[in-house]
């Protein structure tokens, strides 16, 4: 019988089903960071405390990265370290420890799985693309993905590892597997195959999954779950299984990935992981942690609730769930006040510029439209020199601000500043509306009502931190009539 029709990957997945929910760290070093700095954050991580956690909020799997793009693996590979030795990188970029075997053995005490994250990529931040060429930009006329030996050293340095721990790695999550490379548009490609084959040379009954980007769908025939990265709690089940796979979701507590806020309502979280559970959908919840590896005692608080409404009890009322004490906190810091009735909006028909944009479809201009369904939405910008800016045609004495974005994402809705200046290269400026880490909950929008008027021609919109893409659906300036 092939393993790829739903009666196999009913059988060899029912350990995930009958888990319900996993978590999933972002464990990440680069190869810039020196090996003392990696050794040290490795040696740090209490495999033992972790999986004690774990074990108390029920979890029945942990996702854990053995790299991302950076460079840097938090376990010994021979084949990595022989790989930089033959194209003159000169050192090891491997922890000394083992970390995933410690791990296997921390979580084995209590039943729990372990499934390994990569990205497609491999090994390609800056000099290291080098060793591993892959394009991932389709504007440069060149096919996009693997170039060179990129396949034939990625894919024994996956094999290497799934040898070594065999049949205790039950699963792969694979990231970065997009459209706009060939290698993953065709759901009988041979790229997708003999990468699956790789990861599964030590254990051919652990679950695979490619990601494709926030959908739950299939990617390559041979693989048996779904990536299902979404950033919002809305996709659910129908059922167990989706076009014969294993259906699962991955998400985050925080505002984003590894990010510590609770960025959820308790209450949203239970009856989402539920929901999804109920139809025989697995849910994996990215988490934050400190520095000796364990959950950062937020996110164990709400997980804890999680465990209690979705294995213990089999029914309970919105009511009966405690609310997050971090959640509520930052919550009530975002109360925005309403403008008043005698404010006019100036912005529409200014002159907007920008540093980039994304297409003409989203210039710079549709953010003074009046239309909320359209848009500025940034290009490939370095953050630093990234802004949009009104010119509102003369100095004025600013009343008020809204700001509306679309709320498809969380980095739409954080780290970012509104700032009047009299002065178009904004040498000084004041600060119009602020936003930090943690993000405006979806459907919302922002106001501000100034005592006293703040004086200013040039309104500008910048990121102010890390993971703001910002998308500006509508800006408006108010004076009072």
Request: aromatic share 12%; hydrophobic share 35%; net charge negative.
């Amino acid at each position: 019988m092939s393993k790829n029709n739903t009666a196999s990957i009913e059988k060899i997945s029912q350990w995930f089903h009958d888990g319900k929910y996993g978590v999933m760290m972002h464990f990440l070093g680069d190869y810039r960071e020196s090996d003392e700095a990696w050794n040290k954050r490795v040696d740090a991580f209490d495999t033992d405390a972790l999986a004690a956690q774990l074990h108390e909020i029920g979890a029945g799997h942990l996702l854990f990265t053995i790299s991302q793009c950076g460079g840097r693996f938090c376990l010994p590979l021979a084949t990595y370290d022989l790989i930089l030795e033959q194209n003159g990188f000169g050192h090891s970029l491997c922890s000394k420890r083992d970390l995933i075997a410690d791990l296997i053995r921390s979580l084995d005490r209590y039943g729990i799985r372990l499934m390994l994250y990569a990205a497609a990529e491999g090994p390609v931040a800056g000099d290291l693309k080098k060793i591993f060429p892959w394009n991932s930009d389709p504007t440069t006329g060149e096919v996009p993905g693997p170039k060179g030996n990129h396949t034939l050293y990625w894919h024994s340095m996956l094999r290497e590892i799934s040898l070594r721990y065999g049949k205790k790695v039950c699963g792969w999550w694979i990231d970065g597997c997009y459209g706009i490379y060939p290698e993953f548009s065709d759901l009988k490609h041979p790229y997708s195959i003999a990468l699956i084959d790789a990861l599964q040379a030590g254990n051919p009954d652990s679950l695979t999954a490619l990601n494709c980007g926030i959908d739950i769908r299939r990617v390559s025939e041979a693989q048996e779950y779904t990536c299902g990265e979404m950033d919002r709690y809305e996709r659910t089940p129908e059922s167990r299984f989706i076009d014969g796979m294993q259906w699962h979701v991955l998400t985050y507590l925080g505002p984003w990935w590894s990010d510590r806020f609770c960025a959820h309502s308790t209450r949203e979280l239970v009856n989402y992981v539920r929901t999804c559970t109920d139809k025989g959908g697995v849910v994996t919840l990215d988490v934050s942690y400190l520095e000796n590896g364990t959950i950062v005692p937020e996110h164990l608080e709400q997980l804890k609730q999680v465990r209690r409404f979705v294995k213990e009890k089999e029914s309970f009322t919105d009511d009966e769930i405690p609310e997050s004490a971090d959640y509520l906190a930052h919550m009530s810091e975002l109360e925005m006040p309403e403008i008043p009735a005698d404010f006019v909006n100036i912005a529409p028909g200014k002159k907007a510029t920008a540093t980039s944009m994304f297409n003409e479809g989203y210039s710079p201009d549709k953010a003074v439209d009046g239309d909320l369904t359209t848009g500025w939405a940034p290009g490939i910008t370095n953050p630093g020199e990234l802004y949009w800016q009104l010119d509102l045609g003369e100095a004025t004495d600013v009343a008020g601000v809204e700001y509306f974005t679309r709320g498809v994402n969380s980095c739409e809705r954080r780290n970012f500043e509104l700032r009047g200046s009299l002065d178009p290269e904004f040498k000084t400026w004041e600060v119009l509306l602020h936003q930090d880490d943690f993000p405006l909950p979806d459907g919302r929008h922002w106001s501000a009502v100034y005592d006293a008027p703040i004086r200013c021609r040039y309104v500008r919109l910048v990121p102010n931190g890390r993971f703001c893409i910002p998308f500006a659906s509508e800006v408006r300036v108010f004076v009072r009539q």
